[in-house]
């Protein structure tokens, strides 16, 4: 059994493990210079201090994540609006279900590299043919790219007697008739997702005066947290991210996405901050659209597909592509 915890000096505990280990916790608190005014001021990054990252992270709090919101700075009054499609390249982001429903999000980005989710596809039981078809009619712009779930890199068998699996990557670049690239699953996304939450938040709220709901929220949200115009600005410099009104599912599940309940003692072995499997393929989407490298630039023209330009064009992408995967 380790023991309990003992305080050495201000901002620093320990307590020996059963292992005969020194366990030691450094809070930020033993840092003279980071007093109560660094504290309100850092914590805007997180939404504030009562926000389960900022607990979990800087208060050394192991369950502070439980069942809480992963984007406790959304607001629908903020980040929930339309933007005109002009100027944006529009770029595809896929996350193949199989339990849960196929998602497909429309996402625009703007020279800065604001993104903007502006179209929504959900459908559940679907063959992958019948869900790009969809997709396809639905693709009224032209598109720069398209990202996908990484996962679907695995091989499967076509049917019960196909000795040859092939990869579900392949199947949808095959009905897609595009080389999907494989999205940025990594953990950064959420920090990016935030990042881009904020930025929207921020640009509200250096606006001047009154201009409507959205501004006033975003005003007193930074309040609390006594910002300077530079950091509002440093913060508002940041790639942003907002979802329009005709993709309300999107928008409700960003929302509402939660953090898994965590089991045993986290201060033994802390679990990984997970978030919890259920309605979580838009967010996904928007994670992926977020940390991977979707950037303005100019598209290239249309070729028909099986045309000789398309074949140089697939063979470009194939080599530039490192998550691609042939068919067998």
């Known amino acids: 059994m380790a023991t309990d915890w003992k305080e050495v000096c201000k901002g620093v505990t320990e307590r020996r493990l059963s292992t005969n280990y020194c366990h030691l916790r450094i809070h930020y608190s033993a840092d003279p210079e980071k007093d109560t005014e660094w504290v309100m001021r850092h914590s805007a990054l997180y939404g504030g201090v009562k926000t389960p990252k900022w607990r979990r992270e800087m208060e050394i709090d192991y369950t502070a994540v439980e069942g809480q919101p992963v984007y406790p700075m959304w607001a629908d009054e903020v980040h929930v609006f339309d933007l005109p499609l002009e100027d944006m390249v529009v770029y595809r982001v896929i996350d193949h279900g199989i339990r849960h429903p196929t998602v497909c999000l429309w996402v625009g980005v703007y020279p800065n590299g604001d993104r903007h989710v502006f179209r929504e596809y959900y459908r559940s039981d679907a063959t992958i043919p019948l869900n790009c078809s969809e997709i396809l009619r639905l693709s009224t712009e032209p598109v720069a790219g398209t990202y996908i779930d990484p996962a679907v890199r695995q091989r499967v068998p076509l049917s019960t007697s196909d000795n040859k699996p092939v990869s579900i990557l392949s199947l949808y670049n095959e009905h897609l008739h595009v080389s999907c690239r494989a999205g940025d699953n990594s953990e950064a996304g959420y920090t ?28 007193q949200y930074f309040m609390q947290f006594n910002l300077t115009e530079r950091e509002l600005l440093q913060m508002a410099e940041k790639p942003a991210l907002s979802i329009a009104r005709s993709c309300p599912r999107a928008a409700r599940e960003m929302k509402n996405l939660r953090f898994k309940n965590v089991a045993g003692d986290q201060t033994v072995k802390a679990q990984p901050e997970e978030v919890m499997d259920f309605e ?24 028909e597909p099986g045309s000789a330009l398309w074949e140089i064009r697939q063979k470009r992408l194939d080599r530039s592509n490192p998550f691609y995967v042939k068919r067998a």
């Open 192 to 219: 990016a997702v935030r990042n881009g939450l904020m930025s929207t938040l921020a640009r509200r709220a250096i606006m001047e005066g009154y201009v409507d709901q959205s501004t006033y929220f975003a005003k």
């Open 280 to 303: 979580d393929d838009g967010p996904d989407c928007v994670r992926y659209a977020m940390q991977s490298k979707l950037s303005w630039t100019a598209l290239e023209p249309d070729c």
